[in-house]
């Protein structure tokens, strides 16, 4: 199994400012994602991370708002860019374990954003 | 397009009585279907997934491909089943998540 690490868990930012958000797993995964949760909300997908490469966005998500880095197989960032309050979310870490069998597929305890 | 359905934002029910979470799906392909729980101020964990074809905590699911359904069921239920349950669909392994129904189950 992969355990996934999340920093910052809750902050609270100010309109216009930018935050980075961290994952750090403990073990080498094929594959990491970054999704929100907005209040009463279900999850969606932001992007994937790709190791060594670009992001893939999905739709209704670009680059400038949301880059994504992700420098090796264990470690990830997301920037939540010239944050409004629309952007007050949870945001979720997940990883696919590529050693198990199976595509289990685990998530971080989230970070909680609130933009004020 | 790709999609999951839960019908039911809130589902409640007494201690002792069945439990049907409801997870209808759309996928042009061969699906992966998962339930996940997030019990209140933890993380989101896999619950179970239907290639394992397990009962996980009571809980199992079939999949119906006619219905393209993929329902919870627990013949009966927990307060400690009292949770947010998500359906999910792995496309190519990211998920694409249902809304999720919240379960509470009253003593």
């Known amino acids: 199994s992969a355990v996934i690490s999340q920093k910052p868990s809750r902050d609270i930012c100010q309109r216009g400012t930018s935050l980075t958000i961290q994952c750090q797993v403990d073990?080498?995964?094929?594959?990491m994602f970054w999704y929100r949760q907005q209040p009463g909300q279900s999850l969606t997908l932001i992007a994937t991370?790709?190791?060594?490469?670009?992001?893939?966005?999905e739709s209704g998500f670009v680059i400038d708002k949301f880059p994504i880095s992700r420098p090796n197989l264990t470690f990830s960032t997301l920037t939540v860019s010239n944050m409004s309050p629309e952007d007050s979310s949870i945001y979720l870490c997940?990883?696919?374990?590529?050693?198990?069998?199976?595509?289990?597929?685990?998530f971080g305890e989230g970070s909680w954003l609130t933009v004020v | 397009a790709q999609r999951v359905t839960q019908p039911e934002k809130l589902l409640s029910v007494f201690k002792g009585a069945p439990v049907e979470l409801k997870c209808n799906y759309s996928?042009?392909?061969?699906?992966?279907l998962f339930w996940y729980v997030q019990y209140s101020r933890q993380r989101l964990q896999l619950l179970l997934r239907?290639?394992s074809r397990e009962s996980i905590k009571g809980f199992t699911a079939d999949l119906n491909k006619g219905e393209t359904s993929f329902h919870l069921k627990k013949p009966f239920a927990q307060e400690e089943d009292s949770a947010m349950y998500y359906c999910?669909?792995?496309?190519?392994?990211?998920?694409?998540f249902g809304t999720g129904t919240r379960l509470q189950v009253f003593p």
């Open positions: 997940s990883a696919v374990d590529s050693l198990s069998s199976g595509n289990t597929i685990y």
């Open positions: 073990s080498q995964v094929t594959m």
């Open positions: 239907h290639i």
């Open positions: 999910a669909l792995s496309d190519t392994d990211k998920l694409i």
């Open positions: 991370a790709n190791q060594g490469s670009e992001a893939t966005y």
């Open positions: 996928y042009s392909g061969s699906p992966e």
